[in-house]
């Protein structure tokens, strides 16, 4: 199934639909149903052996670039356990400061837990956690009171945005796409984070990790950056989209 003659078809293209390639799987001899690619094609996506890049766009990841992961400091996991426990149901995200230490110039020395909770739950989380965490876990703070009480290892709560991405593995990590967007769109995040560094985040990023880029877009007009965000890429990046935008 992964032989590379399999391929050919798409090989030089820098994105490529499902269609295309089961179109370049048949004229390379292969024989096995639609429903046998189709389950294949989704298995080679799971491994990291192709990547989507935008809606029924995919790519072949090459050397340099991989799917995001960011291994979580102990707190976070805590937190999230606490969380699924006392609350099974209930969607949420965790993204910790220190996690842009993979794209900034100036390195983070103190972690903050940003903790995105569907809106119905939050008041709910927000009581479980400050008995465990006492004078660290703050709702919705405002940005004097975020800077009055900062203290390392600190937890956020915040409303969970409609349709924010989600991780298809484990579903309260944070995805990349999302990560570049709130610290673009966050107010606490956009005051912690230089916005100088904003451009070397992104390059950083797109080189290192294979970005949804339709994710990103979808989630930004959510949030209402996407225009920043388009900007950002076309004129203080050379970052070349794979997706027309």
Not at 35 to 58: H, T
Not at 71 to 91: F, G, R
Request: hydrophobic residues 40%; proline residues 3%.
């Amino acid at each position: 199934m992964t032989d590379s003659r399999y391929f050919e078809g798409v090989q030089n293209q820098r994105n490529f639909t499902r269609h295309q390639v089961l179109q370049s799987f048949r004229n390379a001899g292969y024989a096995l149903s639609d429903s046998s690619f189709y389950k294949s094609f989704s298995m080679m996506v799971e491994e990291g052996k192709l990547a989507r890049v935008g809606k029924g766009l995919y790519c072949f990841p090459d050397n340099n670039t991989k799917s995001y992961n960011h291994e979580y400091s102990a707190l976070a996991v805590d937190v999230a356990a606490l969380i699924q426990k006392q609350y099974p149901l209930v969607n949420f995200s965790l993204m910790e400061l220190i996690q842009f230490n993979d794209f900034v110039n100036h390195q983070l020395a103190h972690n903050v837990l940003f903790l995105s909770v569907e809106p119905d739950a939050m008041e709910f989380v927000f009581e479980m956690l400050k008995s465990q965490y006492f004078g660290k876990v703050f709702i919705n703070p405002t940005l004097e009171m975020y800077h009055q009480y900062w203290s390392d290892n600190m937890i956020v709560i915040n409303k969970l945005t409609t349709e924010a991405p989600k991780n298809s593995v484990i579903p309260w990590h944070t995805r990349l796409e999302k990560l570049l967007v709130d610290v673009v769109a966050d107010s606490l995040l956009s005051d912690t984070i230089s916005e100088s560094e904003y451009p070397n985040i992104y390059e950083e990023a797109f080189s290192m990790f294979v970005v949804d880029e339709s994710c990103l877009f979808r989630y930004a007009a959510r949030r209402a950056v996407d225009k920043k965000i388009k900007e950002l890429i076309k004129e203080k990046t050379n970052i070349t989209l794979r997706t027309k935008r």
